[in-house]
């Protein structure tokens, strides 16, 4: 007897087309996860660029501590009580800060005597007596004292700070060299009190400093609007045959005229923009292009330094700001992908730009910047190159702004996503309805060929 085989059920059944439909479904669910996560990574990574800057650590410094109540019974509420100089509470302020060294105030933490603080001084005085600070300035006056009860003579006179205050000071020695009136000098103390004391005979109310030592220093450039073409003439590029380094009369103008230039000063938009052929024409002969500003495209920072700057400089800076920056493009089109760029004080990206440096990554910037010569430097391979060194007026971090088409097409996949969990969720509900429904016509059949071989 022939028997009849029944229709497979697979043959009328979706069940393979939806697991293929499910799974390539999963995979762009999947996709559109990564391209969001991606997204919201470089979010992160531009909002941490932005916020970039140096991280400092606690830390406690030994330095000797000026004896409780030394300086409690003085008193400069009146005219004649500034006039007077207690002895007792001032001898042991002398031995105190005779056992400073500049590095030592600069560990305990020293602030700049300017006029702002002169002010607050000689509105509080009680406030900030015992302060350490640092004052430079050109001497107004200078005698020497008798130091009451010893043979020792110590140092008295007054210093005009560079924006402009006076400062009354006793100094218990001199530095390397003699200092007379018109000097400038430079020290390092302990506020004691606010004093009087005559400056070409006429009495001035100022905060007396305690200081170790009187240090010759260097004339203040003060304010500089503008660089004269003269100035700029006199500038020598490095050769690879000849190099003369940055002259320091010149770096120090430059660098105050960055620090001090207004924001109009410069039109910036109609600045050119720094490019491969420029650099190239710049290492060939920097006169045509000396005390230009540019605008530098998007690089990337190769190393960034702020380096404390010890000795005393006519722009009055403690800090300066050193990056190397460079781009593929350049060394693509060009033969000098690197430049130098120097800034005034210490860059508040420096610390955390060069953490990312160190820990593999270049990061992305923009920058400002006034080109001034070009310098040889020693490459990675100790060989001699030339580059260009640039004045940095601005430097910031660059963030990639979100691509329209990326975003159009983020939305378009997850409008798509949406719409085939749903085709699938149908798919799935009509796979069943047909599965039921071809069961039971083979369960009819069978039925029938029963009935009939019976």
Do not use: C
Request: proline share 6%.
């Amino acid at each position: 007897m022939r028997k009849f085989k029944g229709a497979d059920p697979a043959q009328y059944s979706t069940a393979g087309t939806n697991r293929k439909l499910i799974s390539m479904g999963i995979l762009l669910v999947l996709l559109v996860g990564a391209l969001i996560w991606q997204q919201g990574q470089a979010a992160r990574r531009g909002a941490a660029d932005s916020n970039l800057g140096p991280t400092l650590g606690e830390g406690v410094v030994e330095v000797p501590d000026l004896l409780p109540g030394t300086l409690d019974a003085i008193a400069d509420g009146t005219p004649d009580e500034r006039v007077q100089l207690e002895e007792g509470p001032l001898q042991v302020t002398r031995a105190h800060v005779r056992q400073f060294t500049r590095s030592m105030f600069e560990r305990a933490g020293v602030g700049k005597l300017d006029a702002a603080l002169v002010e607050s001084i000689l509105a509080a005085p009680a406030e900030y007596r015992g302060t350490n600070v640092q004052v430079r300035g050109q001497i107004l006056a200078l005698d020497a004292f008798e130091v009451p009860g010893s043979t020792n003579e110590e140092l008295r006179g007054s210093l005009l700070t560079t924006d402009g205050a006076t400062v009354h000071f006793i100094a218990l020695r001199l530095g390397r060299h003699f200092l007379d009136i018109g000097d400038w000098a430079r020290m390092e103390g302990l506020v004691f009190k606010v004093h009087r004391a005559p400056i070409d005979g006429t009495f001035t109310d100022a905060p007396l400093v305690v200081s170790p030592r009187l240090q010759q220093s260097v004339p203040d450039l003060g304010p500089v609007a503008g660089i004269e073409p003269a100035l700029w003439s006199a500038v020598q590029d490095d050769t690879l045959a000849d190099q003369t380094g940055l002259p320091e009369d010149m770096r120090w103008r430059l660098l105050s005229y960055v620090r001090d230039l207004q924001p109009e000063a410069i039109d910036w938009n109609a600045a050119p923009v720094l490019d491969a052929q420029t650099m190239d024409a710049m290492v060939s002969d920097g006169s045509a292009f000396r005390g230009q500003a540019f605008r530098v495209p998007v690089t990337k920072i190769f190393d960034i330094t702020a380096k404390a700057i010890q000795e005393d400089n006519p722009a009055n800076l403690d800090y300066l700001t050193e990056a190397w920056i460079a781009s593929e493009e350049w060394n693509r089109l060009g033969s000098n992908p690197m430049f130098q760029a120097i800034g005034p004080g210490e860059h508040p990206l420096a610390e955390g730009l060069m953490a990312r440096v160190i820990d593999g990554v270049k990061p992305l910037v923009e920058a400002k910047v006034i080109f001034f010569k070009t310098v040889a430097f020693e490459s990675n391979g100790e060989v001699l190159r030339l580059a260009p060194s640039f004045a940095l007026v601005e430097l910031r971090t660059f963030t990639a702004p979100p691509q329209r088409a990326l975003k159009q097409l983020l939305y378009g996949f997850i409008a798509l996503a949406i719409f085939l969990g749903l085709l699938i969720a149908s798919f799935v509900r009509k796979d069943r309805k047909s599965s039921a429904a071809m069961q039971e016509k083979l369960v009819e059949r069978r039925r029938k060929r029963r009935k009939a071989m019976a």
